[in-house]
């Protein structure tokens, strides 16, 4: 863990025993990496699209801030809760502008390649992505958790092994299963679609 994710952890667990002031120096520190990972999934989307990585990061911090009762444990925990937080924002977004648009072709498009350069379809609608990792989530919650974490969250695989509290390799092994059962779920989507 380098000495930003180790001031991170200090922080949070400063928060949680009611340090207001660690709240006042965790903001900046993490509203810059929201930020970072908002601009990531948002510079994939498709031109023309209306949500802003500002307004990704502005709605991801406050309902997390929000959250009274979550003991976080340390940055992992807080990164892959902001992973689910951007998830359902990016897909009610997508919802949303596929709705006004009556089914047209609203959904955001982002690149499944951006969580570790994998091979795969360019750019994956974030609408089938979430329906996707819903499905996988019905045979195998941890591989979809572990997906959500490392696209969604940015998290490192150690940092989703510490989340998850299962071995580094586990997760190696279980994101290469996840990664090729996805890529064959989002291609035969794509196949129907055509």
Do not use: C
Request: hydrophobic letters at 40%; a negative charge; zero cysteines.
């Amino acid at each position: 863990m380098n000495s930003g994710s180790q001031e991170i952890t200090q922080l949070l667990l400063a928060w949680n025993d009611g340090d207001q002031t660690a709240l006042e120096r965790l903001a900046p520190l993490v509203e810059r990496e929201l930020h970072r990972l908002a601009q990531g999934y948002l510079n994939h989307e498709r031109r023309g699209h209306s949500l802003q990585a500002t307004e990704l990061v502005n709605e991801a911090y406050v309902r997390l801030i929000d959250w009274q009762n979550v003991a976080w444990q340390n940055r992992a925990h807080f990164f892959g809760m902001a992973a689910q937080m951007m998830r359902r924002i990016l897909v009610d977004h997508a919802r949303r502008q596929q709705f006004q648009k009556r089914g047209g072709g609203g959904a955001i498009q982002v690149s499944l390649e951006r969580a570790e350069n994998i091979a795969g379809p360019s750019s994956v609608d974030v609408i089938a992505l979430d329906d996707a990792l819903a499905a996988l989530a019905q045979f195998d919650e941890r591989k979809s958790r572990i997906v959500e974490l490392k696209f969604f969250g940015g998290l490192s695989e150690a940092e989703i092994a510490e989340t998850l509290q299962v071995s580094l390799r586990t997760v190696q092994r279980e994101w290469n299963l996840a990664h090729a059962w996805l890529y064959r779920e989002l291609s035969k989507e794509t196949h129907d679609d055509a």
